[in-house]
C-alpha cells in the first residue's frame, strides 16, 4: 500500500483542521504505514529545568500516529485515540527539538494500530516509546 | 498512613513549582492515597469542536498522580513519571471542566504505581481511565 | 443495565466453552457490569519458589474481563482482547488462591473497556492491576 | 555493548531455572540488546478453534524481554517484571509456532524497558506487540 496523502497534503490538513497546534509538528518523511514528524520545541512544552514535559511527548506520539493513519486513508475519516501506553525512558536533551518515529504495525477497518519512538534530536537513545490504538469511524 | 501534605500545601508547590499550569489545576480534595484534581477547561486545552485535547487530558491523569504521590511523601522528592496507559472512553462534555479522581495502589520505596478515573464535570460515566508508574529518586 | 448471565449460567458457558481452563476460575459474584472471580493456584501457575507467574494474573485479569462482558451482553457474541496493560505491584503471598475485582467502564457497541485488580486470597494491597479492551464483533 | 550469555548459556539459564517452561521455547538468535525466541505452540497454548492464547502470547513477550535482559546482564540478577502493555492485532494461524523479536530500548541500573513483536510463523504482519518494563533488583 502507498500513502494517498504526501507531506504536503499532510501539513495542509494539520494547518487546516488544528491551526492551535500547527507551529508546534514538522512532518519530515511520509512513507508508507509510516511518519517522521519533528516536534519544534518551544517554551510552552517544557517543564522547569528545560525538559519537555510528558504532556508535549504524548502529544507528539499521538499526532505522529494519526499522521501515519491519515496518510494512508485519506483526510477524509475522523479517527480517534482510544489506548495509548507511553514508557519515559531518559531525559530529553535541554533545548532540542523532538523526532517521532511513527509506524502502523496494524491498519483495520475498525481499528489502527501504531507505535512511535520518540528521539530527542542528537542523541541516540529514545526518549520515550509508545503504543497507540485508533478507533475509525464508519465511512458512507 | 496520613498525607503529610494537605490542600494548601499541595497547591503552594504547585504554584512554585510549575507556574505556567497552576491556573489549569484546582486540587479538590486529599485523602491517603488519593486525591481528586479539577481541570479548569480552557480555549487552549481544546480541540476544534470544543473536545478537551487528548494530551490535556493526560496532562489531568499525570498531574492527579504526581500529587497523590506528593502528598504522602512530601515536597522534597522528585518523582518521574515512568509510564502512562490511558484509555479514551467518551468523548468529554462540551465546555465542561474535567475532574481527576486519582489514587495509589502502591507506595514502595522505588516506584509508586495510581489509577485515575477522569470524569467530564456533570456527565455519569468516565471519559478516561489511567494508571501511571512513577520512579521516587533516592533521597540522600 | 442488569446482568443476563448469572453466576450459574457464566460457569456452564466456561465450561463449555474453555474446558481447558474450567478448573482454574470459579466465579464468586456477579453484579451489573461486574464480577469476582477467583483463579484456584495450582502448581501449573507457579513460577520456582511458589509466586504466581505474570502470565496467569494476565489470564485471570483477562478472563474476569471476559466474563463481566458477557454477563451484560449474553453468550452469543464473540468478544476478542486487543488490548491489556497490567502493572505487577506485589509478590503473591505463598500458595495463596487469586481473586479478580474486574468491573466494565465502557462497554460500547463495538469497544469494551474494563479494569481489574488482582488480589493474594487474604492479604491486603493489591498484587496487579490492568486495563483491558474487548472488541465486541457486529451481531447478526 | 555486547551480550555476556550467548544462546548455549541462556537455554542452560531457562532448563535449569525454568523447567517447567523449557519445551515451550526455543531461542534463535542473542545479539546486542535483542533476542528472537520461538514458541513451539502446543495443545495446551490453544484456545477452542487452534487459536493462540493471550496469556501465551504474553508468556512470550515477557520471556522474550527477560531474555534479552539477562543476556546483556548475566545470570545473577533477578529482573522482575513490572508492567506490561500489549496489542493483540491479528489472530495467529492455525497451528504454526510464534516468533518473538524482542530489543531492549532502555537498560538502566533500576530499571529496563524493551518491545517486543510476535509473529505467527509464515505470516506477514505481527500478530501482537508489547511493551515491556522490568525492575532490576541492586546486586550485592
Redesign the interface.
Known amino acids: 500500500m502507498v500513502p494517498v496523502m504526501d507531506k504536503a497534503a499532510l501539513e495542509a490538513f494539520l494547518a487546516r483542521?488544528?491551526p492551535?497546534v500547527r507551529d508546534d509538528f514538522v512532518i519530515e518523511e511520509v512513507a508508507p504505514m509510516a511518519v517522521r514528524v519533528r516536534m519544534v520545541v518551544a517554551e510552552?512544552h517544557l517543564?522547569?529545568g528545560g525538559t519537555v514535559?510528558?504532556?508535549?511527548m504524548?502529544?507528539l506520539a499521538?499526532v505522529g500516529i494519526y499522521l501515519a493513519i491519515l496518510a494512508m486513508i485519506g483526510p477524509k475519516a475522523l479517527a480517534?485515540?482510544?489506548?495509548?501506553?507511553?514508557?519515559?525512558?531518559?531525559k530529553p536533551a535541554f533545548g532540542r527539538d523532538l523526532i517521532c518515529e511513527a509506524r502502523l504495525?496494524?491498519l483495520g477497518r475498525?481499528?489502527a494500530?501504531g507505535?512511535a519512538?520518540i528521539f530527542s534530536d542528537g542523541m541516540e537513545?529514545?526518549v520515550a516509546?509508545a503504543?497507540l490504538?485508533y478507533?475509525i469511524p464508519p465511512t458512507g
Chains 1, 2, 3, 4 share one sequence.
Open positions: 483542521e488544528f492551535q510552552r517543564r522547569p514535559s510528558g504532556p508535549s504524548f502529544a499521538d480517534v485515540t482510544t489506548n495509548c501506553s507511553i514508557d519515559f525512558m531518559r504495525l496494524k475498525v481499528l494500530v507505535d519512538l537513545g529514545a516509546r503504543g490504538t478507533s
